[in-house]
Every structure is written in structure tokens, then in C-alpha cells.
T-cell receptor
Framework: DARVTQTPRDKVTEMGQEVTMRCQPI?????VFWYRQTMMQGLELLAY????????DSGMPKDRFSAEMPDATLATLKIQPSEPRDSAVYFC???????????????FGPGTRLTVL | AQSVAQPEDQVNVAEGNPLTVKCTYS??????LFWYVQYPNRGLQFLLK??????LVKGSYGFEAEFNKSQTSFHLKKPSALVSDSALYFC???????????FGKGTRLSVIA
């Protein structure tokens, strides 16, 4: 049963610390998305990649957030330094060339719940 | 620009009754429309999509949605609600092509036994 995995599932940290969230997309999926979910803002697209290249990261605060895909099996989202307003659930999603590009289907991971104190 | 509106933050329905979760969209072109569901402490799961063809689309768990171009709506429906349908429901839209989905803010559905 192929699924998107994310680590850690929960992270509590103090303001100013670096946070790294990891995502393993479904094997063969070439499009990867990072979303942030909060009660106030709902689900926001932070960045997305196709074939490991960033296509759009306009939703991401560039001064403290960075997203990368070191290889096809790993996507990372880093926050440095973290702030209390970054507290949210961060989701990774992936899509296949056929499923996403033709049909728009995305598969979501379970999320990382980040709390910045 | 693309946008999606879900006018209700919360929908309550009695078990066994029909349910409707509303969605309207705004795109400058032919839309691809989607419904996703999120259960507590889980990621979003795909429910159904409209790309082209029949305006009534059937999806997982007995859900269906009707595309109405004149009203720019894509309401989610189910003839008989189950308590297990209680979850957060997201409508999403994108233009044809490789653009990312734009999600609505979500509607929380509570089905009461």
C-alpha cells in the first residue's frame, strides 16, 4: 500500500530553533507539494516541485523557510529561525505524472504537527 | 486567478438524512474540480473529481457531486449520512494543465446519531 510518509509526526521546539521536516513521496511520483494548515488560514500551498525542481515557492516566507528535494525520494522543509506563528500542521503531498498532471490527484501524508513555544 | 468558496464552516445533519456541502468556484477557463476529505489527525484523502463529461460525478464512500456551470458550483452530496462521514471536507479547483490545486477553507461535517 503506497503512501506518503512524513517525519516527525509531532515536533515541539522553542522560538529561534531550526526545524526540519521530511517527506518521502510515493515511489514514481514526480510532483511534490508542501502545505501548511492552520485554523485561521486553512490550507495554504507553500511550495511545489516537479522532477525535483522547484516550480513555485511564492507561498513560502523566504527569509526563514526553505524547501529542497535532495533526491527523488526525499523532500525537506526547513524553518530557521522558527517563530510561534509557524505553529501549524505541515502536509506533504505527491502526484504521479499521469495522476496529477492529467487528473489533478494528489496523495497527502499524515502531516507534521509543529508547535513553536 | 482561481478561487474556491465554501460558504459554511460547519454542517450538521442527522444520521440517515441527506447531506449537502456547498462549494462555488471562480476560474477563467474550464475548471478541474475536486473534493477531498480529512479525518482527525490524518492527511487529506481524494474523494472525487470533475474533469469533463457528465455533470454528476460519483466518488468514494457513496458521495457524489454535481457540476453546475451556470451557477459555478460543485456541491458535494450523499443520500444518507453516516456518523462515520463526520470529517472536514475540502473543495478544490485548478485550471486544466499542471497547475496546483487551490483549496477552499474547508467545511466541518458533523453527523449526529
Amino acid at each position: 500500500d503506497a503512501r506518503v510518509t512524513q517525519t516527525p509526526r509531532d515536533k515541539v521546539t522553542e522560538m529561534g530553533q531550526e526545524v526540519t521536516m521530511r517527506c518521502q513521496p510515493i515511489l514514481g511520483h514526480n510532483t511534490v507539494f508542501w502545505y501548511r494548515q492552520t485554523m485561521m488560514q486553512g490550507l495554504e500551498l507553500l511550495a511545489y516541485f516537479r522532477n525535483r525542481a522547484p516550480l513555485d515557492d511564492s507561498g513560502m516566507p523566504k527569509d526563514r523557510f526553505s524547501a529542497e528535494m535532495p533526491d527523488a525520494t526525499l523532500a525537506t522543509l526547513k524553518i530557521q529561525p522558527s517563530e510561534p506563528r509557524d505553529s501549524a500542521v505541515y502536509f506533504c503531498a505527491s502526484g504521479s505524472p499521469e495522476g496529477f498532471q492529467m487528473l489533478g490527484e494528489q496523495f497527502f501524508g499524515p502531516g507534521t504537527r509543529l508547535t513553536v513555544l | 486567478a482561481q478561487s474556491v468558496a465554501q460558504p459554511e464552516d460547519q454542517v450538521n445533519v442527522a444520521e440517515g438524512n441527506p447531506l449537502t456541502v456547498k462549494c462555488t468556484y471562480s476560474v477563467s477557463g474550464n475548471p478541474y474540480l475536486f473534493w477531498y476529505v480529512q479525518y482527525p489527525n490524518r492527511g487529506l484523502q481524494f474523494l472525487l473529481k470533475y474533469i469533463t463529461g457528465d455533470n454528476l460525478v460519483k466518488g468514494s464512500y457513496g458521495f457524489e457531486a454535481e457540476f453546475n456551470k451556470s451557477q459555478t458550483s460543485f456541491h458535494l452530496k450523499k443520500p444518507s449520512a453516516l456518523v462515520s462521514d463526520s470529517a472536514l471536507y475540502f473543495c478544490a479547483v485548478r485550471l486544466s494543465g499542471n497547475t496546483p490545486l487551490v483549496f477552499g477553507k474547508g467545511t466541518r461535517l458533523s453527523v449526529i446519531a
